[in-house]
């Protein structure tokens, strides 16, 4: 039987939800966004991304459900909304019949960056400090216990030192197979960002964006095989941080890592990845963010993980915005989690990753936004 992964981005408005789940049934969450109610406040009906991520995740021993890894981008509302409810913190040694009960998450290892230590983050974000503070300090007194199920903690970049700790610490140009205690035959992550730069300036402090995880994923099919697939995760990072990507990865003969099969457009597909905003001030792209782009392979998707995307004033997602990726990779390569299958009732959006590279299932035949009637050729970089 054929080998494939899943990678699937949720209908979370102006905000991420993704899991990637690979054939040998290991799963990692990036960022969470999982909202109570039946209908946004325009009367689109909010998609239960818990029941579908308990459909998707493994249980242990215990039957209690947990996913390998979760990585939080940056400490923003639209990015760990739910948190608090939906996944386990403490011990989990001490998970109970109640936790169980509300079908509470745990994660077996958890990224964040430096900036989640910082007094100035939002209210959603102080549950997963708490829960990092308890690994981390778990790390320095416990080391055994830190590196089990539940217990287990990376931070991504530089300390407020301007320091790393051997076993706490992954910084970019590192190569990652092992999470959850277990290598991957199937993934692999490279890290390209935050910088030491950006963490240890005022920017950190003023703007959590310029910290996001920015992060290249590869998919094998078979172990020991070719890479087939890679997808592109920025977080929020704007194109300032883009540029230090590409300068730096092609300075050190690092075209490989700049390759993507899948990009989640930044920011919501804001302007913010092109140029700074307003748009009104600033609307020719960068040269190094379409530079960027051009590492598309054949196929490619971007992905707008935001509100139904229009012409209007909305920045993110910004009409612009979709047009300069829709000029990158054709009409039907770009796609809204906003509106696939329905406007009304989304349905996440969900990639099979197999032999052959990438099949978009369960999506609309149309255009993603239809607002771009001329298609682009295919061909990659």
Not at 22 to 40: H, K, P
Not at 248 to 272: F, G
Not at 295 to 313: H, L, T
Request: charged content about 30%.
């Amino acid at each position: 039987m054929a080998q494939k992964h899943i990678l699937k981005f949720y209908p979370v408005d102006n905000a991420d939800n993704t899991l990637i789940k690979l054939s040998d049934d290991s799963t990692v969450q990036i960022d969470c966004q999982i909202r109570d109610g039946e209908e946004n406040s325009n009367g689109v009906k909010i998609y239960d991304v818990k029941k579908d991520l308990l459909k998707e995740l493994k249980k242990d021993s215990k039957q209690n459900p947990f996913v390998d890894l979760f990585v939080l981008s940056h400490p923003h509302k639209d990015h760990c909304l739910g948190f608090a409810n939906n996944y386990y913190i403490g011990d989990p040694d001490k998970y109970s019949d109640y936790n169980r009960k509300r079908d509470e998450i745990i994660v077996g290892e958890l990224w964040v960056t430096q900036q989640l230590f910082l007094n100035d983050i939002c209210a959603e974000a102080i549950s997963i400090r708490s829960e990092a503070k308890r690994r981390r300090k778990l790390f320095v007194d416990d080391p055994d216990k830190a590196n089990k199920q539940g217990n287990r903690l990376r931070i991504i970049g530089y300390n407020d030192q301007d320091k790393t700790v051997d076993g706490l610490h992954y910084v970019p140009g590192d190569v990652v197979k092992k999470f959850n205690g277990k290598t991957s035959d199937y993934l692999e992550f490279f890290i390209h960002a935050p910088f030491k730069s950006d963490l240890v300036t005022g920017k950190a402090d003023k703007d959590h964006n310029a910290t996001s995880i920015v992060f290249q994923t590869s998919f094998r099919v078979t172990k020991g095989g070719d890479i087939k697939t890679r997808a592109f995760f920025g977080g929020d990072a704007d194109h300032y941080i883009w540029e230090k990507v590409l300068r730096i990865s092609e300075n050190n003969n690092n075209q490989d890592r700049l390759k993507w099969d899948i990009l989640l457009s930044p920011h919501h597909c804001s302007w913010s990845f092109f140029n700074d905003r307003p748009y009104e001030d600033n609307k020719t792209p960068m040269d190094y963010s379409l530079e960027l782009l051009d590492y598309k392979q054949n196929n490619a998707y971007v992905v707008a993980s935001s509100v139904k995307i229009e012409d209007n004033d909305n920045n993110p997602p910004h009409y612009q915005a979709s047009k300069q990726y829709i000029k990158k990779v054709g009409d039907g390569y770009f796609r809204n989690t906003a509106i696939n299958i329905s406007s009304q009732a989304p349905e996440p959006l969900e990639f099979i990753i197999e032999d052959n590279g990438i099949k978009l299932t369960k999506a609309e035949s149309t255009a993603a936004i239809g607002i771009i009637g001329s298609t682009t050729p295919r061909a990659g970089r």
